[in-house]
């Protein structure tokens, strides 16, 4: 079974950055995209950044212009720099893979982490 292994979170004044990384435990045989989403106190979850595998990135609204998301493929793993950090960019931070396991014989799935929480103080 496939399991997203994240980190980097923690506590953080405002203007300050962090990087969280997610990596797939497992055979994986190829990964269509990773992201991330964040879910607050109250409030849905919601997209925060995604890459496909050819490089195509997308992003939030509220974080364009401040994180950068990134992948390194010789590790299936994927970046997300978060410069700027804001009071309200604090939630529990998830990891979201769509991605095929195995060698080959299956479908793609999509997996998420267990979360990471980010807390910016003002």
């Known amino acids: 079974q496939v399991q997203l292994v994240e980190s980097g979170g923690g506590l953080v004044q405002a203007g300050g950055s962090l990087r969280l990384s997610c990596t797939p435990s497992?055979?994986?045989?190829?990964?269509?995209?990773m992201g991330w989403y964040r879910q607050a106190p109250g409030k849905q979850r919601e997209l925060v950044a995604t890459?496909?595998?050819?490089?195509?990135?997308n992003y939030g609204d509220s974080v364009k212009g401040r994180f950068t998301i990134s992948r390194d493929t010789a590790k299936n793993t994927v970046y997300l720099q978060m410069n700027s950090l804001k009071p309200e960019d604090t939630a529990v931070y998830y990891c979201n893979a769509d991605l095929t396991v195995g060698y080959g014989l299956g479908f793609p799935n999509d997996y998420w982490g267990q979360g990471t929480q980010v807390t910016v103080s003002s």
């Open positions: 497992g055979t994986i045989f190829s990964i269509n995209a």
């Open positions: 890459i496909t595998s050819g490089d195509s990135t």
